[in-house]
C-alpha cells in the first residue's frame, strides 16, 4: 500500500489522510500520558481496546441520531472518519464531582451533583487547557452563541446515552470529555461529535465497588490499565469474553 501522508501526531492517536477528500483515518496508539503530558507510558494493547470502545459508542450515538464523525473501522487501530474543522474546546460533562472540579470548588470526589454541569476549557496545550467561560468563547470567535447552543444540546444527548449504557452495566459514568467538529454540508454548516469517546476521555467507576475503569487508574497508579479498559470493552460485550487484548498468536503444530 502507498505511504500515507500524516496529517498530525497528538499524544493518543495519529491522523493521515483518507482514501476520499473529507476523509481522515485516525490511528489509535498505546501511548498514554497525563497532566499534560509530563507523566507518560505505552500500555500494549490501549490502542486496539479504544478504537474498538469508541467505534461502539460512535455506532451507538449514529443509532439515535446523534451526529458524529465515525465513518467505519479499518482494522485493530485504524478507524475512517469525517474530516472536521475541531472547535478548540474540551467539552466536558460531569454527572459527580471528581479532578478539576472537586479541587477547585472542594466538593467531595463522588458527591453527586443537582444535575449534569458542562464545562468549556480551551484546548491548548502550552496554556494547560484552561476553563473558559462562554464569554471568552463567543468574543474570541471559537464558536458563536448558537454553535454553543448547540454543542450544549449535542453534549446532554451523549451524555444521556453513554450514562445509560454505562448503568445497564454496572458502571456509574461519572464525568467525560467530548471535542466537537464542525462540518459543511453545501453552504450549511453542522456540528458532530468527533475526536474520541473512551476510558481515557471518561471517569468510569464500578456501581458496586467503587472501582476506577478509566484512565485515572494510570494517572494515580492504580493498577493496570489495559485491564481496566479490558472490563469495560467485556462489559459492554465489545470483546468476547474469553479473550484478552494481550492473547499473542500462538504457534500450534
Ligand atoms: N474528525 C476529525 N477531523 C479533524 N481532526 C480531528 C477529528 N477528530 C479528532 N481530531 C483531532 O485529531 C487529534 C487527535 O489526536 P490526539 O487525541 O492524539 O491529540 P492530543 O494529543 O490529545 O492533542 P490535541 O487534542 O491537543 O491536538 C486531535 O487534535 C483532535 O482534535
Ligand atoms: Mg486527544
Redo the contacts with the bound molecule.
Sequence with gaps: MARRKKI????????YEGPEPGT?V?YF?DDA?AFN?EKKATIEGKGVLNNRLSEFFMTGLTQIGVPN?FIKRLNMREQL??????IPLEVIVRNFAAGSLSKRLGIPEGEPLPRPIIEFCY???ALG?PLVAEEHIIAFGWASQQDLDDIVSLALRVNDFMSGLMLGVGIKLVDFKI?I?RVWDNDYQRLLV???ISPDSCRLWDIETGQKLDKDVFRRDLGSLSDAYTEVARRLGVLPSNVTHTTKPTLIN
Design positions: 498530525y501526531e497528538g499524544k493518543a492517536k495519529i491522523l481522515i485516525q496508539k500520558t503530558a464523525h472518519v469525517r474530516a472536521a474543522e475541531i484546548k491548548d496545550d487547557d471535542e467538529g468527533a475526536d474520541e
